[in-house]
């Protein structure tokens, strides 16, 4: 059974940084792309960054430049390191593999 465990959230200043993690289990981590999402209230959810199993790394134009997305695979973590968070960045923030996803865990960008 896989699970997507996702920690790290919590409320800042604008400016402010925050690093996510999302431990993962019940799947062959190592060979594993895995993606953080967000969802701001009222909006549809959308993708933020991904990570494949070669490192290779993608983001979305939002946050090009102050997220990076990166992995532990002795730890089978999956971590979202935020720079210059700004209010707009508030959303629940999800890991996702595949079809499967973590509870959320929240982040509040606010002054």
């Known amino acids: 059974q896989v699970q997507l465990v996702e920690s790290g959230g919590g409320l800042v200043q604008p400016g402010e940084s925050l690093r996510l993690s999302c431990a993962a289990s019940?799947?062959?981590?190592?060979?594993?792309?895995f993606g953080w999402y967000r969802q701001a209230p009222g909006k549809q959810r959308e993708w933020v960054a991904s990570?494949?199993?070669?490192?290779?790394?993608n983001y979305a134009d939002i946050v090009k430049g102050r997220f990076t997305i990166s992995r532990d695979n002795t730890k089978n973590t999956v971590y979202l390191q935020m720079n210059s968070l700004k209010p707009e960045d508030t959303a629940v923030y999800y890991c996702?593999?595949?079809?499967?996803w973590g509870q959320g865990t929240q982040v509040t960008v606010s002054s």
């Open positions: 990570i494949d199993s070669v490192h290779w790394t």
């Open positions: 019940g799947l062959n981590f190592r060979f594993s792309a």
């Open positions: 996702n593999w595949v079809n499967d």
